[in-house]
Nanobody, 116 residues
Framework: QVQLVESGGGLVQAGGSLRLSCAAS????????MGWYRQAPGKQRELVAA???????NYADSVKGRFTISRDNAKNTVYLQMNSLKPEDTAVYYC??????????WGQGTQVTVSS
């Protein structure tokens, strides 16, 4: 089992920045990929960004150039630096981890609210 604990959400004005962190604990070996999804009210959960154990990244088109995902393998922690935030970025952000390419784990979610 893998436990994920997120931190760093909050309220920010449009154009501002936030940094989310997600610390993994438990059976963290063989985690292949970690990343962030988000879910806004009335919308489906969508992938925001992901990073593999080797450092390859991918981003949703809507956040490219504004968000940066990074990973500290020694700390089993993944970060999401969010710059130039927009009101449409408002959502609950969920950290996830993929282990053995088959096991999905989720954090409890952290609220990000961007005011206009």
């Amino acid at each position: 089992q893998v436990q994920l604990v997120e931190s760093g959400g909050g309220l920010v004005q449009a154009g501002g920045s936030l940094r989310l962190s997600c610390a993994a604990s438990g059976s963290t070996f063989s985690i292949n990929r970690m990343g962030w999804y988000r879910q806004a009210p009335g919308k489906q959960r969508e992938l925001v960004a992901a990073i593999t154990s080797s450092g390859n990244t991918n981003y949703a088109d809507s956040v490219k150039g504004r968000f940066t995902i990074s990973r500290d393998n020694a700390k089993n922690t993944v970060y999401l630096q969010m710059n130039s935030l927009k009101p449409e970025d408002t959502a609950v952000y969920y950290c996830y981890a993929l282990r053995y390419y088959t096991e999905n784990y989720w954090g409890q979610g952290t609220q990000v609210t961007v005011s206009s």
